[in-house]
Structures are given as C-alpha cells and as structure tokens.
C-alpha cells in the first residue's frame, strides 16, 4: 500500500513536471504571471517572488539560448 | 538628484566588433558563462546579467553582439544600433557604453568607437588583449587614445583573473559621475535630441578621423606572425586544407569510441548492479519495479553515453578556442555556396552538431533572408549530442569491437554517420535551391582570429557546461518521462492466466502494436515503436525508452540484463541499419521545431520542416532496411 502511494506521488510530480517542461513557452509565460499576478496579493511571498519566481519569468519571457538552463547569468560570488 | 533616481539600476552595453572579447568581459563582470569561442558571431542577441557595485547599486550589463558599423546588414547587428538607440521598446538606451576593442587590430574596432561615440551615450573604451598587443609589438599610447577620444580607456585582459580590475573601477557608479546624473529617459532623449543617427555619417570623415587618431597615438601595426602565416598556408589550401580537415574529424571520432569504451562500460555495469541491488533488496511490487525499470534501466541507459558526449566536446572546444574553425569555414565555403548555402551558414551549421536550437538562432548573422531559411531548414540535419545515445547504443551493439588497420571501426562507423547528416544537408539545400530559382552568391566576409591556444579554465568551463546540461536532462526531462512510460509499461496489469510479458498487455504494448503496423515496413518492432513516441520530446529519450520497454519486458533470468546485449541478440542487423537512417534524419525535438517557428515568425516553416524531415527519415529507412535485409 506504501509502495503504491509512493508511486502515485511521484507518477503525478512526473506527469506536472513533464507538462510544464514540454508546453508551449508562451503559455509557461502566461502561467508564470498568472501566478506572479496571485503571488503578488500576499505580502508573506514577497521573497520567493523576488528570488524564485522573477528570474523565472525573465528566463520563460526567450525561447533557446535566452531559455536555456545554461545560460543562467549568475552574480558574482562577493561585489568588488 | 534625487534619492529614488540614484537608486534605479545602471544599464551597461557592451559594444564592438565580433570576437574583440566582449562576451569574455560580460563573463567577468557579471559572474556569466556565457559561451565564449574564438570565431565570430558567437554572440546572435542580447544577453543581461547583474553585479553590485561597491555603492550597493545594481549594474545591468548588456553583452550585444559584435557589429563593424551601426549601419547595420544583419539580424544580430541591428539589435546592437536597436538597444543603442533607444529603439527596443522593453530596453532603453544604456546610461554607460562599454566599447570594447581589439587592441591588436585595433583600426577596425576603433572605427566603430567612433561611431558609437557620436551618438552620445557615455562611454569607456576597453582595450582587450592588451597581453597580445604588447607581445606582438602593437605600440598604443593610451592616455594619448584618452585624450583624443574623449572617453576614459581602459586596457583589458578579459580571459584572465583580475585582467578586466581596471574597467571594474572605471564602472564604479562614484567613479562615472555623467551616468548617475542620468535617468534612463533622458538619456534616450539625449540620443533624439543631440545624437545624430550614426547611419547619416560620412564613411570617409570616420575612416579621416581614424588615421587622424592612429597617427596621434603613435600607432604600430602588430608584427606578421611568421609561424601563423605557415600554418595558414597548410590549412587554407584548398586541397591540403581540405584533406586536414577531414583528417582531424576523422581523429575526433576515432577518439569518441575509442577512448570512451572504459568508461561507458564502467557506467554501464554501475546501473546493472544498481539496478539488481534494488530488486534483491526491496520487496516485489511497483516501487521496486518504477526504480529498477523505470528510472535506473530508462535514465541509466541514457547516462551511459556521457563520456561520449565529454571526449567530442573537448575536441570541439579545443577546435573553437584554437581558431581553426573560421578557417574550415572559409575552405567550406565555396562547396557551400555550391549546393546553394551561404558561407556564413557554416557556424549556425557547426552550432548545430551541439544542439540545432543554436543553430537555428545563429543563422541570424546570415543577411539574405532566403539564405537563412534554407540554413534553418537544413540545420536540423546536423547530428546534434542528443543523437549520440542513440547511435553509440546502436554500434556498440552490432559494429564489432575491432580495428581496420590503425583504425577503430566503431569510430569509422560514427564518421560515416556524421559525415551522412552533413552530405545530406548539402543535398536538401541543393535541392531547395533548384526550387528557389538561381541566386547571387553572396560570398563568405569572415575576419580569421589569431590561433592561440586554449585556454584551459574556458575549457574546463566548457566541458563542465556540456555535462551539466546532460546530466540534467537526464535527471530532469528524462527522468520524468521515463517514470510516466514506466506507469504505461505496467498498467493495466495482465489478466490471470497471461503467459507473455506483462508490458504485452499494458498501454504501451497496445500501443506499440498499434504503431508497428506503420513502422513494420521499415523493419521496427513493437519496442522501437513505442520508444518514437517520448523520443519526439528529445532524440536521446528515445534510448531511454527501450531501457525501459525491454527491462519490462523481461522475464525471468534476462531481469537484469543490459540494453546493449538485448538489442543485439534480438534485432536483425537491418533493423538496426534502418533505426540508424531513420535517426540521421527525423526531426524528433519539439524544441527545434518551436525555435523555427520563432525565428521565421510563421507555423509554414516548421511544418515543411517536420513533414520533409519525417518523409526522408521514413524513405531512407525503408531503403537501408530493404537493402541490408536482401544482403544478409
């Protein structure tokens, strides 16, 4: 029974996963602002809006290189 | 000014001509790794990252790519005089112009400072490889520059740690007290009001105040390289050139297999004993079965290959960072021009044995319109890494492990394979030029960099990046659709008394057995007619997939088996011939298809792409199955 419901979940987070990863970049846009949009009416979320969930949308705004996972600029370490 | 102003980010553009190193400098200064490479049209749009000055404030940076003139000929150069300008809706005009020059040839990259300094921005100069410079005896007076230019100028050694600290200083917001002063509307009315569109200046008043420049600096030219020259001459010779070129690929795929087989087998035999681990020591049911046959015999089979995919990209990024690449480009190009492609089609062609999504994008730096699309139509022919799964399981499978003379047959077979994904983009853009008419060859303008050597952390960077991104995708896209194959495989469950495999009674088997009708002509089974299906997510999912299909087909003592095994005691070799043909050519990425729709901003052109692409990969299966049955 644990070993089914073990699978169940991680059946579903494939099934989410894989549909958010294989869907066409203007709707992953519109999703991510649609959440951005509910995100923003809750003051509690304002961090993981800023960290999380604003370089997403910047990222889901291209497509190839601009959308790609190795393309993400990162800040350096210390500011000079 | 007042308070909120001075708080508002600083815009940074880095602006010059192509391969001057401003994609190295964006590196620096923002932590990126963006790729950097020694040819030119690397860089095909804007890209923005960030750092925190001393202040506290935030820097955005604009890496743009490389143009010789704001007068613009090309897609990528009229983005750079676009964001300039002012005239990209979401990006006004930088408060800071970083122009970055070549100090070894620096006449052409100052020619375009003086371009930029017209139209009024702010501006630093950065004199990039000034280490070179001195070395090659290029004498520059740089307070004199300074002075002459207007503009503080900073000399540069981008791809070394603390060779760009002079610049970090100079963009230090306290230190540019010009660009804290201004908002970033005013500066884009600065540019309408005061700047002149630099397309309305006289050619010969700048090239005047060049030599005027070069003449008050006490310029030197760089010293002609003797050994260059003679190298040069072995690699740009059209027959010698050519027979190089064909040699060093030939190398790279011999290395590819040959050096990779420790490895992969290590790998591999690393998954069969995870695999069989799993199974003796978790009770039967499906958590037992989504583990074993799901994610370590679907993502295992595909992991295997890495070291493949590490060996083939070292050698590409050793080519890259050397300067041998434009060079192969200018051999290739007047067989290029031939068959109907441009000679700037050749890096977009070259990008596309990465990935075609590149590929496709940097076609950008192709002027004609018509040349560009028969360069995206053909891209995708390229074989690109995520193939590599496929046909390193096919070979390793049915190529036997031996060597013909010097030569390892694995890796002769791999050549062969490439070499077929480039004489048949040849042949489709042939084709397609027939059917768009006769055209004016517009001949290959490509400025060929010094050799130099590479440069190791770039490398490591590189590599790094490569693995990285396929370790991911296994973990990630992979990972997931091979769990969601796996509920597929198992349900529903056999009814009581079945005799054959389970997977024969599940969804995918129906489905699979739906599919072979249509595929059973070019000799595939059920299992490879299933693994096509999540391989349209990406080519490599595919191997994935008969992972996972055949570890649930199994009964039995072949529980654990290997993939590679399975498929070469259960596969005729024409069967295996007819995957192979059918993979040089199916456009199974939707990524690829989605990037096409984007650049030529019409659904048309990936259809064609998708239907041309799936006939030919059909027929040429159908043939290779036909001919290598009625052989053997």
Redesign the interface.
């Known amino acids: 029974m644990l070993?089914?419901a073990?699978?169940a979940v991680?059946?579903l987070?494939?099934?989410v996963?894989?549909s958010w990863?294989?869907m066409?970049?203007r709707w992953r846009l519109r999703s991510l602002l649609g959440i951005d949009a509910w995100a923003a009416k809750h003051p509690q979320l304002g961090g993981w809006r800023e960290r999380a969930l604003k370089p997403r949308i910047a990222r889901a705004g291209g497509?190839?290189?601009?959308g790609?996972?190795?393309?993400?600029?990162?800040?350096?370490?210390s500011?000079? | 000014m007042d308070a909120a102003v001075s708080t508002l980010p600083l815009r940074l553009a880095l602006v010059g001509v192509p391969n001057c190193g401003k994609t190295a400098l964006f590196n620096r200064l923002?932590?990126?790794?963006?790729k950097v490479a020694n040819y030119p049209g690397v860089t095909v749009?804007r890209?923005?990252?960030?750092?925190?000055?001393?202040d506290g404030r935030t820097l955005r940076v604009l890496d743009l790519p490389g143009t010789y003139s704001l007068k613009p000929t090309t897609l990528d150069e009229a983005i750079t005089r676009d964001v300039l300008l002012g005239r990209v809706a979401d990006a006004p005009a930088p408060d800071l112009v970083i122009c970055v020059v070549d100090a070894v040839h620096l006449p052409i990259g100052l020619r375009l400072a003086l371009e930029v300094k017209r139209v009024g921005l702010p501006m630093v100069l950065a004199l990039n490889r000034m280490d070179v410079a001195r070395r090659r005896g290029v004498k520059i007076d740089v307070a004199r520059l300074s002075a002459e230019l207007g503009v503080p100028v900073l000399p540069t050694v981008a791809v070394k740690r603390g060779g760009a600290?002079a610049l970090?200083e100079a963009i230090e917001p306290t230190r540019w007290p010009a660009a804290r002063s201004v908002v970033a509307g005013q500066v884009a009315a600065q540019v309408t009001t005061n700047g002149r569109d630099p397309r309305g200046e006289d050619a010969e008043q700048t090239q005047a105040d060049l030599r005027g420049v070069l003449s008050a600096i006490g310029y030197s030219p760089p010293v002609e390289n003797h050994w260059a020259a003679r190298v040069d001459a072995l690699l740009l010779h059209p027959l010698a050139g050519i027979l190089v070129l064909g040699v060093v690929m030939f190398l790279i795929f011999q290395a590819v297999f040959s050096w990779a087989a420790p490895l992969m087998d290590g790998i591999d035999s690393g998954m069969a004993a995870l695999g069989g681990w799993v199974k003796a020591h978790m009770?039967e049911?499906?958590?037992?079965s989504?583990l074993a046959d799901g994610v370590i015999a679907g993502a295992g089979a595909v992991l295997v290959f890495l070291p493949q995919i590490v060996i083939l990209f070292f050698f590409i990024l050793v080519l890259e960072d050397s300067g041998y690449l434009p060079r192969a480009a200018y051999l290739l190009d007047r067989l290029m021009g031939w068959v109907g492609l441009s000679g700037r089609a050749f890096i977009p062609l070259l990008s596309s044995h990465a990935c075609a999504?590149?590929g496709?994008?940097a076609t950008r730096t192709i002027p004609s319109w018509r040349d560009r699309l028969t360069t995206i139509m053909v891209a995708p022919l390229m074989t690109c890494s995520a193939r590599l799964p496929v046909y390193g399981l096919l070979i390793a499978a049915f190529i036997p492990r031996e060597a013909i003379g010097p030569f390892n047959l694995q890796g002769l077979v791999l050549f062969a394979l490439y070499a077929a994904g480039i004489v048949s983009s040849f042949a489709v853009a042939f084709v397609m030029k027939q059917f768009a008419g006769t055209r004016r060859y517009s001949p290959l303008m490509l400025e060929l960099p010094d050799f130099q050597w590479p440069n190791l952390p770039n490398l490591l960077l590189g590599l790094w990046?490569r693995v990285?991104?396929f370790v991911?995708r296994v973990g990630?896209?992979i990972?997931?659709?091979m769990?969601?194959l796996w509920?597929l495989a198992a349900y529903p469950e056999p009814p009581p008394g079945a005799t054959g495999p389970a997977i024969q009674y599940s969804f995918a088997g129906k489905l699979g057995a739906l599919l072979q009708q249509l595929f059973e002509p070019i000799g595939f089974n059920w299992q490879i007619s299933i693994a096509l299906v999540p391989g349209l997510?990406a080519r490599e999912v595919a191997v994935g997939a008969l992972g996972t299909v055949y570890a649930m087909s199994a009964t039995g003592d072949d529980l654990t088996a290997q993939l590679e095994p399975v498929i070469a005691s259960g596969w005729s070799l024409a069967t295996a011939c007819s995957l192979l043909a059918w993979y040089v050519f199916a456009p199974q990425c939707?990524?690829t298809l989605?990037?096409v729709k984007?650049e030529t901003n019409s659904w048309r052109y990936p259809i064609i792409m998708a239907g041309y692409l799936f006939a030919l990969a059909y027929l040429a299966a159908f043939v290779t199955y036909r001919a290598v049955a009625a052989w053997s």
């Open positions: 070993q089914q073990l699978v991680f059946v987070a494939a099934a996963f894989t990863k294989l066409p970049a497509i190839g290189c601009d790609c996972a190795a393309n993400t600029p990162r800040p350096p370490r500011p000079r | 923002t932590g990126s790794r963006q749009e890209r923005e990252g960030e750092r925190t000055a001393s600290d970090i009770s049911g499906p958590m037992a989504l999504i590149p496709v994008m990046e990285r991104i991911s990630g896209i990972l997931a659709l769990i969601l509920v997510a939707l990524s989605a990037v984007r």
